[in-house]
């Protein structure tokens, strides 16, 4: 079967850095996004691994390690904007492609 | 804005009552999605359409019925609902899926409908 898990919950201070795991357990892998979502709104696109490694996007990084199954998206010079929850999705060729999300990580900034 | 229009925003109804959501996309993307987002569980993929042809059922009761007329729009059909189908119900867009040729494509969200049943 599929599972993604990652934390429920975190929280950090403002200007430090947060890093959020995703652990995964799929066939057929087809590579891992990263959305955030703010209360009430549409989850939007972070970012996107398909190789082992860091991919790095200004102020959010995302790592991938497809042999262990493991990935995680780094925030830095964290602000009270980003505090959001971020979802974890795979996609996988299971006789179809699909996008299988986790349940997200609600991640609190604070002052 | 996304590029994804859902209406309506917010939808309380008994669950005797016929209602529609609504969805919309100026991306000229092909392919569309139905998930429903309970509290503190993943999104649920629903539906899929691609290039208008409906390519995943995800054993979802009859009461929900899919509706996809074109490329750019997507209707779900409500139907004697039960009160765990409370929840909110959000709509996606992408490229149309190709396989792996498609798979850096990101799904584009709406806001989603916020349903309550009575």
């Known amino acids: 079967g599929q599972n993604i898990d990652q934390p429920t919950e975190m929280t950090a201070t403002e200007g430090a850095i947060v890093q959020i795991n995703c652990t995964y357990q799929?066939?057929?892998?087809?590579?891992l996004f990263w959305y955030q979502q703010h209360a009430g709104e549409a989850p939007t696109f972070l970012s996107y691994n398909v190789l082992d490694g860091l991919e790095e996007k200004g102020r959010f990084s995302s790592f991938l390690s497809r042999s262990k199954g493991y990935s995680y998206l780094l925030l830095k010079e964290l602000q009270m904007k980003d505090s959001a929850s971020y979802l974890c999705?795979?996609?996988?060729?299971?006789?179809?492609?699909?996008?299988?999300f986790g349940a997200g990580t609600r991640l609190f900034v604070k002052a | 804005e996304t590029g994804v229009t859902q209406t309506p925003r917010h939808l309380v109804m008994g669950m005797t009552n016929k209602k529609s959501l609504k969805c919309e996309q100026h991306l000229g993307h092909n392919a569309m999605y139905w998930y429903k987002q309970s509290a503190k569980k993943p999104l649920e993929l629903m539906f899929v359409y691609n290039f208008k042809e409906q390519t995943e059922n995800n054993s979802v009761p009859s009461r929900f019925s899919p509706e996809c007329p074109n490329s750019s729009h997507l209707f779900l059909h409500l139907h004697t609902l039960q009160p765990e189908d409370s929840a909110l119900y959000l709509c996606?867009?992408?490229?149309?899926?190709?396989?792996?040729?498609?798979?850096?494509?990101?799904?584009?969200f709406g806001d989603g409908t916020r349903l309550s049943i009575l």
């Open positions: 799929t066939s057929g892998f087809n590579g």
């Open positions: 999705a795979v996609r996988a060729n299971t006789g179809g492609f699909k996008t299988i």
């Open positions: 996606a867009s992408s490229q149309g899926d190709r396989g792996f040729h498609s798979s850096n494509q990101p799904q584009h």
